[in-house]
């Protein structure tokens, strides 16, 4: 919020948490905490962030400790993969998606005629996943690396297998492939953003490039005619008006 040069919200009504890497979820107790709203998360996705954000003292002897401060989520709403809930006029479908985590769930918003979805960590685009992207006025899409950078890259082969595995993380080339397919993708987003890059084995332009040659490929009574955008990891693009 301060690099959009606006102050913190005085007032949020939920925190949405899609799984508990701590990437999604190191600061949802003290944030919940702050704004005395609610967090939320599937029942096994919270006990794996009690588990991590737990810190045992020297003298537990191996026996867990009563959750900190730190990991406590004060008040939590549960949810299930495939069952709608509101939030004031916006109605919340989340969806299962493949990750290698407890149990993670991606969201479709609705409002006003209006959707949003967005699908971040997941290793592959199962039929599932493709049905609740549809007809999204905006779609924030995963776009997190490119194979050759991957595979020439730092990380240690085994980091890179769980990346390019079936619950590790999308690349350009698996994004490419729906956008380029009228059948799969609508194209009917106003924007679409592509985001999760990787530092190390993705860059902007790579990602842009590889979007805008599938995206040129649909056929022309298919035609994409939104805006294409790139999420930074350290700079926030929008706000966007739907």
């Keep these: 919020m301060a690099a959009l040069g606006r ?9 949405l948490i899609t799984h508990e890497h701590t990437d999604h979820s190191s600061a949802v107790a003290q944030l919940s905490r702050h704004w005395r709203c609610p967090a ?56 299962r998606i493949p990750h290698d985590a407890a149990d993670p769930v991606a969201f479709s918003f609705r409002a006003n005629e209006t959707k949003v979805a967005i699908a971040t960590d997941l290793g592959y685009m199962p039929e599932l996943v493709k049905q609740h992207v549809r007809e999204a006025d905006f779609l924030l899409l995963e776009s997190n690396h490119d194979l050759d950078m991957l595979k020439i890259g730092p990380y240690p082969w085994h980091i890179k297998q769980r990346v390019m595995s079936r619950t590790g993380h999308l690349s350009n080339n698996v994004v490419s492939e729906f956008l380029a397919d009228a059948e799969v993708f609508d194209g009917r987003a106003r924007h679409l953003v592509l985001a999760h890059l990787s530092e190390q084995n993705n860059t902007p332009d790579v990602a842009q490039i590889s979007a805008e040659q599938a995206l040129a490929a649909r056929p022309a009574l298919f035609a994409f005619r939104g805006s294409l955008h790139i999420a930074s990891q350290r700079t926030p693009i929008g706000p966007f008006e739907l």
């Design 7 to 15: 102050p913190l919200p005085e007032r949020v009504d939920a925190i």
């Design 40 to 95: 939320y998360l599937t029942e096994p996705t919270r006990r794996e962030i009690v588990k991590m954000f737990t810190e045992e003292p020297a003298s537990s002897a191996g026996k867990p400790d009563k959750p900190t401060k730190k990991a406590t989520i004060e008040r939590v709403e549960y949810i299930r993969a495939g069952e709608r809930f509101q939030i004031g006029d916006i109605e919340v479908n989340p969806f």
